[in-house]
């Protein structure tokens, strides 16, 4: 139980173009969803906390109007990286707020911007 | 504000031979605890977590770790690791109480086993 999916794993996209990542929990409900970014041989930095029906809260130095969250449903949020540019690539990794609060974590999605 | 210390970036053992990955935390409040393992290119897994009760948590692939609140440290650690144990291990903490736990990561320790 409490399965997190992810998707795409991997994307490459051009400079400029926007990409959609999905979060999805397959056998719970969650009402809560975060978003990570992990550099190369960094720790997991938390963008954003994503909640059902409502707007997401960002974290200090994340531009909302670049990284759009929504949380339409209690089993999916999407991460979309707006006019992308080579900075933008990273891993980024969602989690759902699962059974007992635990965090499940999707498998990560690899975003590359050309 | 809590934090996470992971004193060790990278930790090379021989295979079956013990090992201690060491986290220590800071919060004015209650906490709760947490080890995840990432493999390459994956997400996290969660390996074992210490809410309440006994502070001797086991988890899977038989880690387990020692919640020492004086110390504030939690201590994850296997008697014997095999090769297929090799990857990032991160601590974790988040506030105890009521809502939404909001987790803060410590930089993550490479676990190498060396055969």
């Known amino acids: 139980g409490a399965v997190v999916s992810q998707h795409p794993s991997r994307v490459i996209c051009k400079s400029g173009t926007s990409v959609k990542i999905e979060c999805r929990s397959l056998?719970?409900?969650?009402?809560?969803m975060f978003w990570y970014r992990q550099f190369p041989k960094k720790s997991l930095m938390l963008m954003a906390t994503s909640n059902e029906g409502s707007k997401a809260t960002y974290e200090q130095g994340v531009e909302k109007d670049k990284f759009l969250i929504n949380h339409a449903s209690l089993t999916l949020s999407t991460l979309t990286v707006t006019s992308a540019h080579p900075e933008d690539s990273s891993f980024y990794i969602c989690s759902a707020e699962g059974p007992g609060n635990i965090q499940y974590f999707g498998a990560g999605t690899r975003l590359s911007v050309l | 504000a809590q934090s996470v210390t992971q004193l060790d970036s990278q930790v090379p053992v021989f295979e079956e031979a013990p090992v201690e990955l060491r986290c220590n935390y800071s919060s004015s409040v209650s906490v709760y605890l947490f080890w995840y393992v990432q493999y390459p290119n994956q997400g996290l897994q969660l390996l074992l977590k210490?809410?309440?009760?006994?502070?001797l948590v086991k988890g899977i692939n038989g880690f387990e770790a020692e919640f020492n609140k004086s110390q504030t440290s939690f201590h994850l650690r296997k008697p014997s690791v095999h090769i297929s144990d090799t990857a990032e291990y991160f601590c974790?903490?988040?506030?105890?109480?009521?809502?939404?736990?909001?987790?803060?990561f410590g930089k993550g320790t490479k676990l190498s086993v060396i055969p």
């Open positions: 974790a903490v988040s506030e105890s109480g009521a809502g939404s736990y909001q987790l803060t």
């Open positions: 210490y809410l309440s009760g006994s502070t």
């Open positions: 056998d719970f409900q969650a009402t809560t």
